[in-house]
């Protein structure tokens, strides 16, 4: 899974820093490196938090099957969003999506 080439909506390439997408791609890279079985579907859950009071980039990573999630904190995102993203892998391409392209 996620071996082939990434794309994004129009929706992620309008609403979401580049920064935010590499990262959310590398952490699906990571989770295959450390030997974790990746689904499909993976999922984003973005939020601000606020950490000695800057405001941080916190991102719930997610997937179904096999069950896996894990929480990271960022500081070093430019500008912190909150939304969910989705990255989907079709076998032919990878694709990162608004829910509500979907």
């Excluded at 990434?6 to 935010?20: P, Q």
């Excluded at 990571?30 to 499909?40: C, F, H, L, P, T």
């Excluded at 997937?63 to 960022?74: D, G, K, R, S, V």
């Excluded at 500008?79 to 076998?91: K, L, V």
């Amino acid at each position: 899974m996620f071996t082939s080439k990434w794309y994004a909506t129009r929706g992620i390439a309008t609403e979401v820093g580049l920064d935010i997408q590499l990262t959310l791609w590398s952490m699906i890279d990571k989770r295959k490196k450390i030997g974790i079985e990746v689904d499909y579907l993976q999922v984003f859950e973005l939020s601000i938090n606020s950490k000695d009071g800057i405001s941080v980039q916190k991102v719930i990573h997610r997937q179904e099957c096999p069950p896996a999630i894990a929480t990271y904190f960022l500081p070093i995102i430019e500008t912190p969003i909150e939304m969910t993203i989705w990255a989907m892998d079709s076998e032919e391409y990878c694709m990162m999506l608004l829910p509500e392209e979907y």
